[in-house]
């Protein structure tokens, strides 16, 4: 046996490696990577953030206020009335997002008359409060939309560049990026869109 001097030891110890310790932190890195993935697979595929432009959805959605779009949810449904959908116009990927509200949808007929939308003869009933359209555009005479068409009008009635416009007109499904459905201007001015 040998006998230990007092003193400095310069010889090596063996450490023993601390296993647990070691699988531990290799599955918080796993961890950490799976939710990272999973986080960058439902943004870049399911969601998008997306800041509104200008007035036309005033008072539902306001200049420069942040909402959130569900990109999927078209992808297994369609645009129904009353939604508020984000599309580009014409498809016009240079464009920046135009947020509106569906008035209708394929197969219907859309007319302007005397301030109110008709949608196949029937006054629309809206979701929101709107004020009477002062101009129709090209809505004054009766639209009919055909597949995959909606027809989109901004809450701002007024003061909305939107389907009664030739050079936006009817909006196909393949232009509808998603539906907005989450606003975010404050944490006292936040939550679902209607």
């Not at 007035?55 to 420069?64: C, E, I, P, R, S």
């Not at 984000?86 to 498809?91: D, E």
């Not at 109110?116 to 002062?134: D, H, R, W």
């Amino acid at each position: 046996m040998r006998k230990r001097r007092k003193g400095l030891n310069f010889s090596r110890r063996r450490r023993k490696l601390n296993l647990p310790l070691i699988k531990e932190i290799l599955s918080y890195i796993v961890e950490c990577a799976v939710v990272i993935g999973i986080a960058y697979t439902l943004v870049s595929f399911f969601g998008l953030r997306t800041s509104v432009v200008g007035n036309a959805m005033a008072d539902t959605l306001v200049n420069d206020e942040q909402i959130f779009v569900n990109r999927f949810v078209y992808i297994v449904s369609s645009p129904k009335p009353g939604d508020v959908v984000v599309f580009l116009p014409n498809g016009n990927v240079k464009s920046h997002y135009y947020v509106r509200r569906v008035i209708a949808g394929p197969g219907d007929r859309v007319k302007i008359s005397d301030g109110a939308v008709y949608v196949n003869g029937e006054l629309f009933v809206e979701k929101t409060t709107v004020a009477s359209i002062e101009d129709p555009g090209i809505a004054a005479d009766e639209i009919r939309l055909g597949d995959e068409e909606y027809f989109v009008l901004g809450d701002n009635r007024n003061n909305s560049e939107d389907s009664r416009l030739a050079n936006i007109g009817n909006v196909k499904k393949e232009y509808i990026i998603g539906k907005a459905w989450f606003h975010f201007e404050s944490f006292g001015n936040m939550g679902t869109i209607r």
